[in-house]
């Protein structure tokens, strides 16, 4: 018998040959805020995964919030993604970019000595990579109501260009305590105007950039990442999380999106939510459910065949397992998690981790 997790889906137009998906990673290795050919060979040796969401792609200078990693507001790095996409394309992958802003979690120091921006000037109990080391994140300054529509058209412009760079399609990053999660709580917002306040209010942002992207390139090539429980990034829980998702999810199902990754507790930690919580967000969308955070292959394949998602996102095993999806179908062992080299660096830990032998 065939595992479902092994059996094609549609994502909206986009087509996996499996349903192991390539979580997106940020690597920090891209110099000059540009992808090249060790981004290429990284993404080509993954090739073998349904899809493959790329690293966290900021949508402008400002979007940014770690040192080297790789944008999509240039024509330069449209020309470079093309490289990327067209070498997992050859190796018949999959591949859609995290489009990203980072909103308070940055550094001064990245942004040219501004203050990050956010929906509140709240200060993030974080830190971030900055080059070489990690430093706290920078107070930020609240958005002016009027600077909003110029944040949407960056993500527009994102959204264009990631077609134009080959993609299939983008994954809006709403989740880990970046710009879109800041708008959502009432933790991160305490916004007085109309993008703050009620459950609707604070929708809003999302909705408008959901619209913005799915209107330039189509729901059918849009997908939106999104962690309701987890408090990366210094997020605190929002005082109702389960309406505040449901709302999302009525604007999502209302857009008709490909796709919705969901990591299920805290990111990269434990599969803490209460009980039905996931299940009950799981039941209301309408669209692919794909989900996220600590799976393994008997877990993934359980969650698939039982309907609990339709496809799942490996995170760490893809860094030490390039052909991870050849090896879970084939149930061999796997190289062990990482440890080493996560975040900076050159092609160690990055592409040298080996397959296995055909
Ligand atoms: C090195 C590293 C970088 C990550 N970068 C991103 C990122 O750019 N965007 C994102 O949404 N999540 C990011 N994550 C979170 C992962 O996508 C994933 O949610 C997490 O690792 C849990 O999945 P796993 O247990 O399969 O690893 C990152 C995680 C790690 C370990």
Redesign the pocket.
């Known amino acids: 018998m065939t595992e479902t997790l092994f059996t094609p889906l549609k994502a909206g137009a986009i087509e996996l040959k499996n349903r192991i998906v390539m979580?997106?990673?940020?690597?920090n290795r891209a110099k000059n805020d540009t992808p090249g050919p060790l981004q290429a060979e990284y993404y080509a040796q993954r090739a073998g995964a349904g899809l493959i969401v790329t690293?966290?792609t900021p949508i402008s200078p400002t979007a940014k919030g770690y040192a080297d990693t790789p944008g999509i507001w240039s024509d330069d790095q449209v020309r470079h993604w093309q490289d990327v996409t067209k070498a997992v394309h050859d190796k018949g992958g999959r591949i859609v970019t995290?489009i990203?802003h980072v909103g308070r979690v940055s550094h001064e120091s990245l942004l040219g000595g501004q203050a990050p921006v956010a929906p509140s000037a709240i200060i993030a109990q974080s830190r971030t990579f900055v080059g070489g080391e990690f430093k706290p994140t920078s107070e930020p300054r609240a958005l002016e109501e009027s600077e909003i529509a110029g944040i949407l058209e960056d993500y527009r412009v994102a959204a264009r260009n990631a077609i134009r760079a080959g993609f299939d399609g983008v994954e809006i990053?709403a989740?880990?305590g970046y710009l879109i999660d800041q708008f959502l709580r009432d933790t991160t917002n305490r916004r007085t105007d109309g993008y703050g306040g009620t459950i609707a209010n604070r929708v809003r942002f999302l909705r408008e950039v959901v619209e913005a992207v799915a209107g330039e390139i189509g729901a059918d090539r849009t997908g939106i990442?999104i962690?309701p429980w987890s408090k990366a990034n210094d997020v605190g829980l929002d005082s109702d999380t389960p309406a505040l998702f449901a709302a999302v999810i009525d604007v999502l199902n209302e857009a008709g999106l490909a796709f919705v990754h969901v990591?299920e507790g805290q990111?990269?930690g434990p599969r803490d939510w209460p009980e039905g919580g996931i299940e009950a967000l799981r039941a209301r969308f309408k669209g692919v459910w794909i989900a996220?955070?600590?799976?393994d292959r008997d877990s993934a394949i359980r969650a698939v065949d039982s309907g609990a998602a339709d496809a799942v996102?490996?995170?760490?095993?893809?860094?030490s397992n390039p052909d991870l999806a050849e090896r879970l179908a084939a149930d061999l062992p796997l190289n062990p998690l990482p440890v080493q080299g996560?975040?900076g660096g050159g092609a160690e830990f990055y592409t040298d981790y080996p397959a296995r032998a055909a």
């Open positions: 979580a997106p990673l940020t690597r690293e966290g995290q990203w990053h989740a880990n990442r962690s990591v990111t990269g996220n955070n600590g799976y996102a490996f995170g760490k095993l893809y860094i996560l975040y």
